[in-house]
């Protein structure tokens, strides 16, 4: 595979990952602890609530690090609609295993707090604060799952002969090459992971989020786009396969 240029604006937050993965690591393994301890004392709510914490935590953290690190295979087919890729289905099954988890606990945790008050992060004082916490996540996870199951739609990047198409929750943009007057590193969120911002003649940015997502080398697909936006005589390459191999292998000038 052919090194290239990671583009300027890109940020390393490796540190910052890191003290993330440390910080919900810990808690994945303290809740581990409060489940072993329990089960030594025959107390098996306490026991699956904090094995329910733990699966949630840890689902969360394997989906953050998927999205960190990116995805180590091309998932792309080319079709005379051009080069679509995909990323990988373990990041959605992350989540979904997340919110599954989450349900499951919280309504236990509820149930539970109706006779005992010494459940896992639960101050015997002022019990009222966990269970408020707790109706609160199990609210938003109710809802974000059904609004995901009702109007979610799979990512997907498209690189066509006549535009762009990416889709992101449940929105689908459809952009024209020509209706494209640059392809920058700057996202309008400071927050943004490997964006590729594709600027607009109204001035309204469509931002393709976490690049390293749709291929191995997010850097690549990033000078991929730049490409084909650059040189539409080469862009019959998105039909035939061409592009996808390219993609594979990285072979894309920084320009």
């Known amino acids: 595979?052919?090194?290239i240029r990671q583009p300027e604006n890109w940020k390393n937050r490796a540190a910052v990952l890191a003290l993330a993965f440390v910080l919900f690591g810990g808690m994945v393994v303290a809740c581990l602890v409060m489940?072993?301890?329990?089960?030594?004392?025959?107390?098996?709510?306490?026991a699956v609530i904090s094995g329910g914490l733990a699966v949630t935590i840890a689902s969360v953290l394997v989906s953050t690090a998927l999205g960190a690190f990116g995805s180590s295979t091309l998932r792309g087919v080319s079709s005379?609609?051009?080069?679509?890729?995909r990323p990988s289905?373990?990041?959605?099954w992350c989540m979904a295993v997340a919110a599954m988890s989450l349900t499951l606990t919280a309504v236990l945790y509820l149930m539970a707090a109706r006779w005992r008050n010494d459940l896992p992060f639960m101050n015997p004082g002022s019990p009222g604060d966990a269970t408020t916490?707790?109706?609160?996540?199990?609210?938003?996870?109710?809802?974000?799952?059904?609004?995901y199951l009702v109007k979610g739609k799979t990512p997907v990047v498209r690189l066509g002969p006549d535009g762009v198409t990416y889709v992101e929750g449940s929105r689908v943009h459809n952009e024209s090459w020509d209706d494209i007057v640059d392809i920058t590193d700057i996202s309008p969120n400071r927050h943004s992971r490997q964006p590729i911002c594709l600027t607009?003649?109204?001035?309204?940015?469509?931002?393709?989020?976490?690049a390293g997502l749709y291929a191995p080398v997010g850097a690549a697909l990033y000078w991929m786009m730049r490409h084909?936006?650059?040189?539409p005589e080469n862009r019959v390459e998105l039909t035939d396969g061409r592009a996808l191999e390219r993609l594979g292998i990285a072979d894309f000038v920084p320009e």
């Open 228 to 231: 084909y936006w650059r040189h």
């Open 89 to 92: 289905p373990t990041t959605r």
């Open 35 to 46: 489940a072993a301890n329990a089960l030594q004392r025959d107390d098996d709510v306490y």
């Open 133 to 147: 916490m707790m109706w609160i996540l199990l609210i938003i996870t109710v809802i974000g799952s059904g609004w």
């Open 1 to 3: 595979m052919t090194q």
């Open 200 to 210: 607009r003649e109204d001035d309204r940015p469509v931002v393709i989020e976490n």
């Open 80 to 85: 005379e609609a051009g080069t679509t890729l």
